[in-house]
């Protein structure tokens, strides 16, 4: 497998707007991961897109997006209402028949801003859209009272339960925001994971669904799948340190739920396991084939980018 930038060489049809197989430029935009980076720049797509309407939504919303806004104040916004709304999203993403489905991002910029679109019904597009967020937000728009987007200093809910901390909205700053975006992309990730693995290998009993979400969640600490349990510290491993010999035991797990699927590359099939003993080399080399048959599959699969593991930014003294 070669990691050979291909971004040049896209098809017209597969950029639209900004380029989401790259981080966007942003202080509050958390480290990439040097091999998740080079995967994203070398998915090959030379073929013109699909369709919009068989683009795979977001199950959580994209991190870019949160960061979109030119203005800080309106950034703050997205940030404060996403924490807000998360423990009831997460929630019903787990609930079937909740309503809680892959959202498309013109969907997900109306809920962040806080405000549902008048008149929903399904005869135009503006309506159509206020449908949508009407049938998939419902729910937590009904439990949070969100700060709109434009809303005046004062206004509408100014604390939010993080972490077992609580965040006003002027705590969105250079140190919290950082570690609360690196959050979305972790989310993202586990829920893509697991949705990959179940297109690729349909699973037909119950047992099959516990079994292969059990293994899904062996690649993240504490076996912990539909949330971010607890923020790291020093001593955590995963996708997400910045010491390779930390992310073996997470890159070891997704290397054995990759070998199941199709057109899994020999160099991830016929590889033995990784060990504390192997080089950094040899560890980064192994990281960077998942990475690239991992990106290369989801964009197949659902027709758009990814969203991959970023490094944990940490919880610095800095404002």
Sequence with gaps: MLAQDRTALAHV????????????????????????????????????????????????????LLLGPKDPVRARHYLFNWILAQPVWLYMLQVPGS??????????????????????????????????????????????????ADAEAGEGVREAEWHGGRLTLDAFNARIAPCIVWEVFELAFRYELLALDRALRPMATTDDIVQREARVARVFPAGSLWAVSRLPDGDSWGLFTSLPHRRINALNALREILTSWMRCPPEIRNAEPLQLSDSVETIEQMELWLALFYTQMFFDISGRAPIVPHRWPGLSSKN
């Design 13 to 64: 049809s597969q950029i639209r707007g900004r380029d989401k197989f790259l981080d966007p430029t942003h202080p509050w935009m958390p480290p990439a991961l040097p091999s998740w980076d080079r995967a994203m720049r070398a998915v090959d797509r030379s073929a013109p897109a699909l369709p919009a309407t068989e683009l795979w939504g977001y199950w959580i919303p994209e991190p870019a």
């Design 99 to 148: 309503g809680a489905v892959k959202v498309a991002p013109q969907s997900w910029r109306d809920f962040l801003r806080g405000v549902i679109p008048d008149e929903p019904s399904s005869t135009t597009m503006t309506g159509r859209r206020a449908f949508e967020i009407k049938q998939v937000f419902g729910r937590v728009f009904a439990d949070n009272d969100l700060v709109t």
